[in-house]
């Protein structure tokens, strides 16, 4: 069926990184979002007030909400596909995860007013009455919301949105509220006992925890989160294939939405090769992998001394030396400056967000072990923070 509908209304469907296609992706999602949830909602809130039924009612409720997301996550697919314009050249696409912080923050509302219903519930509880029609409706609702959750992580994961994915673990979280309200149902009938309040109870949990799940994965984009490491790994690959590439350093990712990722890049070559030879080879690297892997990549050229034998021999006692400490994730740009006096060691080193070790403590460290070779070396240190998650 979700194949179905997916080729049926979304043409180019296979062109998941166009921001056009993900835009009907992204509708037909809130759409089937919207009229299924709707079905689930009236259906349950109507027999939960013929049978008195608080659990059944709140679960129909939380549908109400499932509906009220979907609108919302239609309504930012539609903003998240805006261009660019003045105020905001990086484009819109960050509207995606502003509409997940707010349906995360309208589910969190939602459980914690069920949270308060079913305490009522359980303090003056009124008797439940049992109903086939209940059963059936129940065990309907347990099915389409397992084709929901399907339809939604496998899109998600299809596109990589992190709304629909968070839309996909809310439909199986409400799998689960719904199987406890039906399993409440029949131990009510078999055993008598007035359960409707706590599995109430249980539902309203699930939702809150839901929302509180879905705040911290839907805010985490907007603060600014490390990027994903396959990515990393990919771009540092692609570059490096390339036999004019000694190495990479300073990759940072930065992401404005799905579609919307900017990348920059220190790309290391030999300083002694043909100037015009080297850039061609960084300008053919840009634009195959911004095509290849829809990002915004900007590379900068960086020659590397190679025929020093002096900076080549430093370069593998600085590595000997960074090895053991934790937290370093490697250096670059090593350059001997010699003077009359003193030799100044100059290179960056890349430390990890989780680096222990003080910037003074490094410097100390290095500069000490690189004097037991010569008294007269002072290191000349810039530290730079690791913005991804794995370096080459």
Known sequence: MRKFLIRTFIKDYEKVKNVRVRERYGILAGVVGIITNLILSASKIVIGLLVNSIAIIADGTNNLADMASSAITLIGFKMAAKPSDIEHPYGHARFEYLTGLVVSFLILIIGFKLLTASFDKILEPDPLQFSYITVIVLILAIGIKIWQTRFNLKTGEEIDSSALKSTGMDSRNDVISTTAVLISVILGKITGLQLDGYMGLLVALFVMS????????????????????????????????????????????????????????????????????????????????????GIHLVAHMDPLETRDPLTQTLNEKVSDILDPLDGIVGFHDLRVVAGYSHTNIIFDIVISPECKLTETYIRDYVESELQLIDNNYYVVITFDQSYVQNNI
């Open 210 to 293: 839901s929302g509180i799940q879905l705040i911290k994965e839907t805010s985490s984009p907007l603060l600014g989160k490390a990027p994903d490491p396959e990515l990393v790994r990919e771009i540092e690959e692609r570059i490096c294939e390339e036999d004019a590439v000694l190495g990479i350093h300073d990759l940072v990712v930065h992401d404005y939405g799905p579609g919307r990722i900017f990348a920059s890049v220190h790309i290391e070559v030999d300083a002694y090769d043909d100037l015009i030879y080297s850039h061609d080879i960084i300008d053919n690297i840009e634009r195959t992998l911004s095509e290849d892997l």
